[in-house]
């Protein structure tokens, strides 16, 4: 098809056991809309049998299409190269795990109708998540909303539809290091929002631990706030008033009572503390100027090894 409707783009990494079980589900979606799309499935890497499942599913249905990057990028990336290469007048970005309903789509594609450039889907029911990730989850938004401009929706991820104007409008981003939920939010347009509650993973395991969800937060931190670097300019005036001023104290008791002799531990404290403060200050100074030595390189977001709409394939019944 030269310009289908809706363009479903679908990042995938060692999702074998459900990229089938998850293609059956939305292309009965996508059937009830009468609307030409197509499917667009990301191989970010997978180490296991995915391309070979998704092969299979290229060959049968002329609407599945297959992006294989040359290794693993990561979900931002792979992000990317799906939004750079759908033809769709509508595209939405989902998850392989069938944590977010494909049933949603409808409702995107009504408000779309009806004139809203971005559809979001917010989650207001996170219990299949666990404990730990509902808190953190919560802690990133409002830290992140607190000192970054613009906000990220509350409990919104990805699973969205943009219009193509909107993917226009991301393309002219040329950020290496990328932070899609910010991007998606920077650009704008009018957006409407569609409630639902998160399911269990259909299959498998989430590829994100606690050490990648935490870079996955400096990333976004930094890719849209300069306030970590700000704070140390406020905390310097403040500790260099606070030494001005116990400085003073001394020279005046030291005048008026004598010399004090000063005491071993309390020193080694006050060095401690102004060193760990430096080496803190160093290391947010560091995050900032290694994005910066990412972006000079002028990399690209991903490479594609192959794309299945470079090969014939057969209709399906």
Same mark, same amino acid.
């Given at each position: 098809?030269?310009? %289908?409707?809706? *363009?479903?783009?679908?990042?995938?990494?060692?999702?074998?056991?459900?990229?089938?079980?998850?293609?059956?589900?939305?292309?009965?979606?996508?059937?009830?809309?009468?609307?030409?799309?197509?499917?667009?499935?990301?191989?970010?890497?997978?180490?296991?049998?995915?391309?070979?499942?998704?092969?299979?599913?290229?060959?049968?249905?002329?609407? /599945?299409? =297959?992006?294989?990057?040359?290794?693993?990028?990561?979900?931002?990336?792979?992000?990317?190269?799906?939004?750079?290469?759908?033809?769709?007048?509508?595209?939405?970005?989902?998850?392989?795990?069938?944590?977010?309903?494909?049933?949603?789509?409808?409702?995107?594609?009504?408000?779309?109708?009806?004139?809203?450039?971005?559809?979001?889907?917010?989650?207001?029911?996170?219990?299949?998540?666990?404990?730990?990730?509902?808190?953190?989850?919560?802690?990133? +938004? #409002?830290?992140?909303?607190?000192?970054?401009?613009?906000?990220? %929706?509350?409990?919104?991820?990805?699973?969205?539809? =943009?219009?193509?104007?909107?993917?226009?409008? =991301?393309?002219?981003?040329?950020?290496?290091?990328?932070?899609?939920?910010?991007?998606?939010?920077?650009?704008?347009?009018?957006?409407?929002?569609?409630?639902?509650?998160?399911?269990?993973?259909?299959?498998?395991?989430?590829?994100?631990?606690?050490?990648?969800?935490?870079?996955?937060?400096?990333?976004?931190?930094?890719?849209?706030?300069?306030?970590?670097?700000?704070?140390?300019?406020?905390?310097?005036?403040?500790?260099?008033?606070?030494?001005?001023? +116990?400085?003073? /104290?001394?020279?005046?008791?030291?005048?008026?009572?004598?010399?004090?002799?000063?005491?071993?531990?309390?020193?080694? *404290?006050?060095?401690?503390?102004?060193?760990?403060?430096?080496?803190?200050?160093?290391?947010?100074?560091?995050?900032?100027?290694?994005?910066? +030595?990412?972006? /000079? #390189?002028?990399?690209?977001? +991903? =490479?594609?090894?192959?794309?299945?709409?470079?090969?014939? #394939?057969?209709?399906?019944?």
């Amino acid at each position: 098809m030269d310009k %289908p409707h809706i *363009s479903l783009i679908c990042p995938c990494h060692n999702e074998q056991r459900v990229v089938e079980q998850f293609f059956i589900e939305v292309e009965t979606i996508l059937n009830k809309l009468s609307l030409s799309y197509e499917m667009i499935f990301i191989n970010d890497g997978s180490t296991d049998a995915t391309l070979d499942e998704l092969i299979k599913l290229s060959t049968a249905h002329k609407q /599945v299409r =297959i992006i294989n990057l040359s290794r693993n990028f990561g979900k931002e990336a792979a992000l990317t190269a799906g939004l750079d290469l759908a033809k769709g007048d509508a595209v939405i970005p989902i998850d392989a795990d069938l944590q977010d309903p494909p049933e949603l789509i409808i409702d995107f594609v009504r408000e779309w109708k009806n004139g809203f450039d971005v559809v979001v889907a917010k989650r207001v029911d996170r219990s299949s998540d666990t404990f730990s990730k509902r808190v953190t989850a919560s802690l990133f +938004y #409002k830290f992140h909303n607190s000192i970054a401009r613009p906000e990220i %929706p509350d409990n919104v991820g990805d699973f969205r539809l =943009i219009s193509r104007r909107v993917v226009k409008a =991301i393309q002219l981003l040329p950020e290496n290091q990328r932070f899609m939920k910010g991007i998606f939010s920077w650009v704008g347009f009018k957006t409407a929002v569609v409630e639902y509650t998160r399911q269990p993973r259909a299959a498998g395991e989430t590829s994100f631990n606690g050490w990648r969800l935490w870079n996955f937060a400096l990333e976004g931190i930094t890719s849209f706030s300069t306030a970590p670097l700000r704070v140390w300019l406020y905390l310097g005036v403040l500790l260099s008033t606070i030494a001005f001023v +116990y400085g003073s /104290v001394i020279i005046i008791r030291t005048m008026m009572s004598g010399v004090d002799l000063p005491g071993y531990a309390s020193i080694l *404290s006050a060095i401690l503390f102004f060193g760990g403060i430096q080496l803190i200050g160093l290391g947010v100074m560091g995050e900032y100027i290694g994005r910066i +030595y990412m972006e /000079v #390189k002028g990399r690209p977001v +991903y =490479i594609v090894e192959s794309d299945s709409d470079d090969k014939p #394939k057969k209709t399906s019944d």
